[in-house]
């Protein structure tokens, strides 16, 4: 086996007529699905919990996150969205890269998160813009829901998130999150 560096496992050289019994045992212990590239495949590094040069938590904001999209029919209405999570400005969680990028941070001795938008790893590569001031723990995956329902409202036919913040800019996302003040 071999792990990706989004965070997926590959299992080489299995046999063509033992695909299905291997996808069968590892339905049961729940690691198999489609969810490659969409919003529930997040990358995100140990953060804190594991991470002493860490500033906040990654997995168990990554987990808040997954819950608050619980839907596959949702994620898989979301397409593909890159969503990763850094617990420090270090980026093992390659946040910066991401269509959707949390980084944590030190506000004066709590753990809070810059959300930045607009990441690409891709040959129209770019470093993702933070939208605003971070935010409480809490308040992140409402804060993430309101990025993607607004993208969802907005999107032309198969249009990708990046590609939409490209056509719209931020301000539309930054009004959704911060209002109009």
Partial sequence: MRVTYTQNIII??????????LFKDALKVRLAGAEEGLISDMIACPGLDYCNLANAR???????????FPDPDRRAEIGKLRLNISGCINACG???AADIGILGVNKKGVEHYQISLGGRADEAAAIGRIIGPSFAEDEVPAVIEEVV?????????????????????????????????
């Fill in 149 to 181: 329902t607004l993208y969802l409202e907005n999107r032309k036919t198969d249009e990708r998130f990046g590609d939409h913040l490209l056509r719209v800019g931020l301000t539309p996302f930054k009004q959704a999150v911060y209002g109009d003040g």
């Fill in 94 to 96: 390659h946040h910066h």
């Fill in 58 to 68: 990654s997995l168990p904001l990554a987990e808040k996150i997954f819950q608050r």
């Fill in 12 to 21: 080489p050289h299995v046999w063509r007529d033992h695909l299905a019994a």
